[in-house]
């Protein structure tokens, strides 16, 4: 068992275990996060003193809880599969890279390509998100209370991602099947990205997507949709399911 450094609470409740990485190593932390196996009591992780180190609590794949009390590097919560991870900071680029399930929250902001090819989960970013993010998203709930940057959502395949600020330039460039929701003004739409009728079943998705993501006082209605035009590839909407 890696060494670690427990606050009193935690010596005493075995469901609570603090992991300082001034004591101990990274790999040491990913490492007991990896020999959890189901039912394990030690269901909620404090990591202390990230210090901006890179892949803090990569390919969880139990349903724990993991705050960590700091910035991190970059991908944080790589394959997440299962956990919540809450980081009290901000993030570098690729937190929630091919993200399985599950939920990452980042309090401050995150750095580019951020659910990088995320399959499934909810990533939620209450500071703003720089370029590319929910690049190559496949299947992900991603949730910005800020603004996102350039080519955000390039290639994206499938899932939400959902903007309460503004996003940059070539928003949905290359675009498949993803819906987009911006609040805010866009700078200008990538190839194939137009915006989109917003019906009563997006109003609804969208509606849930901020009750998951904490947003309170806005309304869907203040959103635009946008998506893909189908012009780039061969789609038929009978298909729709098997993309």
Not at 88 to 115: F, L, R, T
Not at 191 to 198: G, N, T
Not at 234 to 240: C, E
């Amino acid at each position: 068992m890696p060494a670690t450094k427990l606050s009193k609470a935690a010596t005493h409740d075995q469901a609570s275990r603090i992991f300082d990485l001034d004591v101990s190593s990274l790999r040491e932390l990913n490492q007991a996060l990896h020999n959890l196996t189901p039912g394990s009591n030690e269901t909620a992780w404090q990591v202390l003193h990230p210090k901006g180190s890179h892949s803090v609590a990569v390919g969880v794949d139990q349903p724990v809880s993991i705050d960590v009390r700091g910035s991190v590097g970059y991908y944080c919560g790589g394959m997440n599969s299962g956990s919540t991870i809450t980081v009290h900071g901000s993030a570098g680029p690729g937190v929630g890279e091919n993200m399985m399930s599950g939920s990452i929250i980042v309090k401050g902001d995150a750095s580019q390509y951020a659910g990088a090819t995320g399959k499934g989960g909810l990533l939620v970013i209450e500071g703003n998100a720089s370029s590319r993010c929910g690049i190559s998203m496949k299947g992900i709930d991603i949730v910005v209370h800020g603004n996102i940057g350039h080519m955000s959502a390039f290639m994206a395949q499938s899932g939400n991602l959902v903007v309460l600020g503004d996003a940059g330039d070539a928003l949905g460039d290359s675009i498949y099947e993803a819906r987009l929701f911006v609040r805010g003004n866009v700078d200008s739409l990538g190839a194939d990205c137009i915006a989109k009728e917003m019906r009563a079943e997006h109003l609804e998705l969208l509606q849930g997507l901020l009750d998951r993501a904490g947003v309170t006082g806005v309304k869907p209605s203040e959103f635009k949709r946008y998506g893909s035009a189908r012009t780039l590839y061969n789609f038929n909407i009978d298909n729709a399911d098997a993309y």
